[in-house]
């Protein structure tokens, strides 16, 4: 919407045609109307339950934190398949202040047909013609927007850029800007296809044969671009699937011990969403164990922070602690505590610790990385009245366990 309203602007005060800005604008209109029909379901939850502060909530200058870096755009990205150009992407980023994201290498056919749309914002005769005059169709009011398109994304979207102005309006939600990256690299294409029909003409002059200079020249293009661009940052899928198959074997132990509608604490505590990696964890691996049990089990993990289910798992955290908490997490009705050994890196006596107040003898997955204890039988071994372990929810997480029903 932003590249459309500044397009317009450019234009019509270029060709004196105010009409071009009914035309953005209307543009805008339907756009800014289909993501409002979206995000009805946000903005009902917002009317019903108010806004939350603490979750994904964006300061004005991190449209600079994620901006556009031109020393990436141009630079290779580290991982290249050749060493040497993977070691001047990761050199050009080495302990730099603001990193941005990684992904915004152009490759070198997008960077030749970056520099040559920057290169029609200085020459050629369309900047002194109007498209609508120029005899038949010329190509070259195809290059005069991928030119413009270019130059205002660059404007926008670069580090300290116009983008600032925008999150100041109201709309700092929006800041990763870097990822306007992507219609430059369209662009930047545009204008490599435009020369790629000037080569193909030129072939197709000289040649007796041109179908099989044009097709073998397409074939080395292809491959150069395939070259060209980073290998997939991933696991072996032999790798994930057995991973997954670990996961699956354990939730189906859990299943067999566990009555469906069984509520699971999740230990380490962890923020959701962006939190920042715990022990040798990555954020959102709690999200493992929904992903592979059954659909029957209830998890702690999810609970959006600054909303009541979130707050008083913080509260368990950081003040009161999983041992201390015990005769609470069971009032709250937890049947089970999962502990990913991955977030207690160092710390291992605090899982010993945690397994035996919760009653020992955990569950343990066939990788050895997840415990699982059996809490249904915790009140009848410490004595615990159900009003004794609701009220310990009170005292200690602050929080009123829901009533039972009858």
């Given at each position: 919407?932003?590249?459309?309203?500044?397009?317009?602007?450019?234009?019509?005060i270029?060709?004196?045609?105010?009409?071009?800005?009914?035309?953005?604008?209307?543009l805008?209109?339907v756009?800014?109307?289909?993501?409002?029909?979206?995000?009805?379901?946000?903005?009902?939850?917002?009317?019903?339950y108010?806004?939350n502060?603490?979750?994904?909530?964006?300061?004005?200058?991190?449209s600079?934190l994620?901006?556009?870096?031109?020393?990436?755009?141009?630079?290779?990205?580290?991982?290249?398949?050749?060493?040497?150009?993977?070691?001047?992407g990761?050199?050009a980023?080495?302990?730099?202040?603001?990193?941005?994201?990684g992904?915004?290498?152009?490759?070198?056919?997008?960077i030749?047909?970056?520099?040559?749309?920057?290169?029609g914002?200085?020459?050629?005769?369309?900047?002194?013609?109007r498209?609508d005059?120029?005899?038949g169709?010329?190509?070259?009011?195809?290059?005069?927007?991928?030119?413009?398109?270019t130059?205002?994304a660059?404007?926008?979207?670069?580090?300290?850029?116009?983008?600032?102005?925008?999150?100041?309006?109201?709309?700092s939600?929006?800041?990763?800007?870097?990822?306007?990256?992507?219609?430059?690299?369209?662009?930047?294409?545009?204008?490599?296809?435009?020369?790629?029909?000037?080569?193909a003409?030129?072939?197709?002059?000289?040649?007796?044969?041109?179908?099989?200079?044009?097709?073998a020249?397409?074939v080395?293009?292809?491959?150069?671009?395939?070259?060209?661009?980073?290998?997939?940052?991933?696991?072996?899928?032999?790798?994930?699937?057995?991973?997954?198959?670990?996961?699956r074997a354990?939730?189906?132990?859990?299943?067999a011990?566990?009555?469906?509608?069984?509520?699971i604490?999740?230990?380490?505590?962890?923020?959701?969403?962006?939190?920042?990696?715990?022990?040798k964890?990555?954020?959102?691996?709690?999200?493992?164990?929904?992903l592979?049990?059954?659909?029957?089990?209830?998890?702690?993990?999810g609970?959006?922070?600054?909303?009541?289910?979130?707050?008083?798992q913080?509260?368990?955290?950081?003040?009161?602690?999983?041992?201390?908490a015990?005769?609470?997490?069971?009032?709250?009705g937890?049947?089970?505590?999962?502990?990913?050994?991955?977030g207690?890196?160092?710390?291992?006596?605090?899982v010993?610790?945690i397994?035996?107040?919760?009653?020992?003898d955990?569950?343990?997955?066939p990788?050895g990385?997840?415990?699982?204890?059996?809490?249904t039988?915790?009140?009848?071994?410490?004595?615990?009245?159900?009003a004794?372990?609701r009220?310990?929810?009170?005292?200690?997480l602050?929080?009123?366990?829901?009533?039972?029903p009858?």
């Open positions: 919407m932003v590249l459309l309203l500044s397009s317009a602007v450019v234009m019509a270029r060709f004196r045609e105010p009409a071009r800005l009914l035309v953005a604008v209307g805008i209109g756009m800014g109307i289909t993501f409002g029909i979206l995000s009805y379901p946000t903005l009902n939850y917002y009317r019903a108010g806004t502060e603490q979750a994904a909530r964006r300061l004005v200058t991190e600079e994620y901006g556009l870096k031109l020393s990436r755009m141009l630079t290779p990205q580290g991982g290249h398949r050749l060493q040497v150009l993977s070691d001047i990761t050199r980023q080495d302990q730099s202040v603001v990193r941005s994201e992904g915004q290498a152009l490759g070198f056919l997008g030749a047909g970056f520099l040559g749309a920057l290169w914002a200085f020459s050629g005769r369309w900047r002194r013609e498209p005059t120029r005899p169709w010329d190509r070259s009011a195809l290059r005069e927007e991928a030119t413009t398109f130059l205002l660059l404007l926008f979207g670069t580090i300290g850029g116009l983008s600032i102005l925008v999150s100041m309006a109201g709309f939600q929006i800041r990763v800007w870097n990822r306007i990256v992507l219609l430059i690299a369209f662009f930047a294409m545009v204008v490599v296809l435009m020369w790629s029909e000037q080569f003409a030129w072939v197709r002059g000289r040649s007796k044969r041109p179908q099989a200079v044009l097709g020249v397409a080395a293009v292809l491959a150069f671009g395939l070259w060209d661009s980073i290998p997939p940052q991933r696991h072996s899928y032999a790798e994930i699937e057995a991973q997954h198959a670990n996961d354990f939730l189906s132990e859990i299943e011990i566990m009555p469906d509608g069984a509520k604490l999740q230990l380490p505590i962890i923020e959701f969403p962006e939190a920042q990696p715990v022990g964890m990555e954020d959102y691996d709690h999200l493992r164990a929904y592979a049990d059954d659909g029957s089990l209830e998890w702690s993990y609970s959006i922070k600054g909303r009541p289910d979130a707050q008083w913080i509260t368990l955290r950081d003040k009161v602690g999983p041992v201390g015990m005769p609470a997490i069971v009032g709250l937890f049947d089970g505590i999962w502990i990913d050994t991955y207690y890196v160092g710390k291992e006596d605090e010993d610790d397994v035996e107040a919760a009653g020992g955990p569950l343990v997955s990788d990385r997840f415990l699982f204890v059996d809490l039988g915790y009140q009848e071994r410490t004595g615990l009245t159900d004794e372990a009220q310990a929810a009170i005292d200690l602050g929080v009123t366990p829901p009533e039972e009858s």
